[in-house]
């Protein structure tokens, strides 16, 4: 039973995401204001720090609050959802449910038929257990996805509520979204590019959470990194072996958890890379494993 005189769910310290979701939808909302008055090269550095923004908010505070939700309040929760949708241009509650499909199969090999359980597993589109090729996952991996109204259709066979505050949010961030284009629509356009392009980015993270993890292994299902600043901006997703073993761990908490646990990490050959995930392809350590692409059908 909830307490209801208490304000944060897990910790005090999740209003930092939440506050920081507050302020990414109101600086957005400043570009989009301030947009006739830039120069643009202003507008440029822009939506290069925008398209950055929706890459760190997918892998932090969206992240978090998928697996502590924030608050002990429903509406709160629900205005934190509605405000990353609206910043990312990605309804959270069907990111939500993309990414706990994501840990139902934790980067698993498809099966004899070809497929995965986990939708972004680096092995999907990869051949004889090998991963893809890094530059198709980081591409290609948004449009694999299943559209909006296909997602909602998943999720309403089990939770319909979720359903249709799924839709709500994916209804409500076109709003938003229309707003944006009559108050400057090249920004609304510019902007839908550079959200595309934080997804590359949240792909980018995901091919090295993974590469080098151990499908077959729970203890070993991310690769993890301890990098200081990268934990920092990104509220401790470094720690992604350690998130994988234990996914309701507060983000807080993951280095009291790697502690506790790093002995058996170490026994079991947990994969550990020195750079930020983001910047994966500059570790030595991961230039050696093998990729292979799917073949594709051929044509009768």
Same mark, same amino acid.
């Given at each position: 039973?909830?307490?209801?005189?208490?304000?944060? &769910?897990?910790? &005090?310290?999740?209003?930092?995401?939440?506050?920081?979701?507050?302020?990414?939808?109101?600086?957005?909302?400043?570009?989009?204001?301030?947009?006739?008055?830039?120069?643009?090269?202003?507008?440029?550095?822009?939506?290069?720090?925008?398209?950055?923004?929706?890459?760190?908010? /997918? *892998?932090?505070?969206?992240?978090?609050?998928?697996?502590?939700?924030?608050?002990?309040?429903?509406?709160?929760?629900?205005?934190?959802?509605? /405000?990353?949708?609206?910043? /990312?241009?990605?309804?959270?509650?069907?990111?939500?449910?993309?990414?706990?499909?994501?840990?139902?199969?934790?980067?698993?090999?498809?099966?004899?038929?070809?497929?995965?359980?986990?939708?972004?597993?680096?092995?999907?589109?990869?051949?004889?257990?090998?991963?893809?090729?890094?530059?198709?996952?980081?591409?290609?991996?948004?449009?694999?996805?299943?559209?909006?109204?296909?997602?909602?259709?998943?999720?309403?066979?089990?939770?319909?509520?979720?359903?249709?505050?799924?839709?709500?949010? $994916?209804?409500?961030?076109?709003?938003?979204?229309?707003? $944006?284009?009559?108050? &400057?629509?090249? $920004?609304?356009?510019?902007?839908?590019?550079?959200?595309?392009?934080?997804?590359?980015?949240? *792909?980018?993270?995901?091919?090295?959470?993974?590469?080098?993890?151990?499908?077959?292994?729970?203890?070993?299902?991310?690769?993890?990194?301890?990098?200081?600043?990268?934990?920092?901006?990104?509220? *401790?997703?470094?720690?992604?072996?350690?998130?994988?073993?234990?996914?309701?761990?507060?983000?807080?908490?993951?280095?009291?958890?790697?502690?506790?646990?790093?002995?058996?990490? &170490?026994?079991?050959?947990?994969?550990?890379?020195?750079?930020?995930?983001?910047?994966?392809?500059?570790?030595?350590?991961?230039?050696? $494993?093998?990729?292979?692409?799917?073949?594709?059908?051929?044509?009768?």
């Amino acid at each position: 039973m909830k307490d209801k005189s208490r304000i944060f &769910a897990v910790s &005090a310290w999740d209003a930092v995401p939440a506050a920081l979701a507050l302020l990414q939808f109101l600086l957005i909302v400043a570009f989009a204001c301030l947009w006739w008055h830039m120069t643009w090269p202003e507008r440029i550095i822009g939506l290069v720090v925008y398209a950055f923004s929706v890459g760190w908010n /997918l *892998n932090s505070v969206a992240h978090n609050f998928i697996h502590n939700p924030f608050f002990t309040a429903s509406w709160a929760n629900r205005m934190v959802a509605y /405000l990353i949708s609206w910043s /990312l241009i990605t309804p959270q509650t069907m990111y939500h449910y993309v990414h706990l499909w994501h840990h139902a199969g934790n980067a698993d090999y498809p099966d004899e038929d070809g497929h995965t359980v986990d939708p972004l597993s680096i092995y999907q589109f990869g051949a004889d257990r090998k991963p893809e090729p890094l530059w198709s996952y980081v591409f290609l991996q948004f449009f694999r996805d299943d559209d909006p109204f296909a997602l909602a259709a998943r999720i309403r066979s089990r939770r319909p509520a979720d359903a249709r505050r799924a839709m709500n949010e $994916f209804w409500s961030m076109l709003a938003v979204w229309s707003v $944006f284009l009559v108050v &400057a629509w090249p $920004f609304a356009i510019l902007g839908i590019i550079a959200s595309y392009l934080g997804q590359c980015l949240s *792909n980018l993270s995901g091919y090295y959470e993974h590469l080098g993890g151990n499908p077959d292994e729970p203890i070993a299902w991310g690769v993890s990194t301890y990098a200081p600043v990268y934990n920092f901006v990104f509220l *401790n997703n470094g720690y992604h072996a350690e998130h994988h073993y234990r996914p309701k761990q507060h983000w807080t908490r993951m280095k009291t958890l790697r502690r506790s646990i790093a002995a058996e990490q &170490a026994d079991k050959g947990v994969f550990i890379i020195r750079t930020a995930h983001i910047l994966g392809f500059l570790e030595p350590r991961t230039w050696g $494993f093998p990729v292979a692409a799917r073949p594709k059908p051929k044509r009768k």
